[in-house]
């Protein structure tokens, strides 16, 4: 009899032990739910901050755009040289872009915009021509920063589409286009090619420790063990995987994001409109590859491939030289200018064409 009440003991302490140990992991998981919320949070917050710096951008040239809302503000808009707004998109509407409808805008702008270089050639001190020019390269960058903030996935692929077809062609085509030529019809001068050269440097000196980040981060990934059977060890592992897959997600926007600045400020700090439109259009019918026309400027000037300056700036390299370690200094970083974009996005600066000493 004793035994027996024993026994009851010991399976009521059983179960009161097993309740207590649910109790706690509910309490735990109620934890961690709470802190993958705060996360999120926290992520929308700084993407809503990404999102109010562009606009800021925009406001700069065209007096503000008002408070950001997901999906029904204005991200873009295109007048394609006329004076009245040919179309605009909403932020929900270019995360809803594919290949087909990404391609039909942007042959529509960069064909006017061929067409008015054209006019520019024939008349070029024509202010309106050179002012609608400028706009129409100014919708093209908001355009490419429109698709950084909202559809990076369709982003990664302009650069290889051909406008022309680009289903056809599944962005893949074997289409070439002639850097020097093009870099000949830019008529750069020295300075602007040096200073194109060190923004080289410095995006591939960016870009480098980036990618060395993503490939640690992505080891890391691997190397956790399979789940453990116990609840406490998986608990364990999706904290750990939950946290490295927040890391890579985030090194890929700043991938993104870091060469599109720098493709920006060499847009709009380096060279002038019209030599940023001769860029855009001879690229055409692919996207615009700014990193392509730096490269055959470096090649030009002697500069090491773009493979080795990026193994050079792999985080641990004992090749560092002091192209990557001393880069030129009038080129920002893109992490604390891009907090300050009325310096450095889609705007170029106050300085006349006679200081460039171009001659168009």
Known sequence: MAETRQRGSRQKAFRQRQKDKQLALERQQQGLSERVAALQ???????????HAFCDAQGNRTGGCGQLSDNDEIAATF?????AAQLQLTYGEVRALDVEAMAGIWKRLVQKMGSTLDKVDAAPKDPRLRSRLEDMVQEALAFLWALVLNNPRLLSTI???????????QCSSNHSQDWSAILARMQMNERQAELLVGCRRTLLRELGSLIGERDRLWTDLQGIKDVEERTEGAMTHYVKLAGLTERLRANVRSLH?????????????????LQT???????????PDMLALMSCLAKQSGEPSTIELLQMARPGTAAVTKILSDPFSSIPDWRSAILQPRQVLCNWPEISEPELDLDF
């Open 277 to 287: 439109a001769r860029y855009l259009v001879g690229s055409y019918p692919m996207g």
């Open 41 to 51: 949070q926290e992520r929308d917050q700084l993407q809503r901050a990404v999102e």
């Open 79 to 83: 007048r394609f040289g006329e004076v």
């Open 159 to 169: 650069t290889a589409c051909n406008m022309e077809a680009p289903k056809a062609s």
């Open 257 to 273: 994001t870091c060469r599109a600045f720098y493709q920006s400020y060499a847009c709009t700090k380096v060279l002038l409109p």
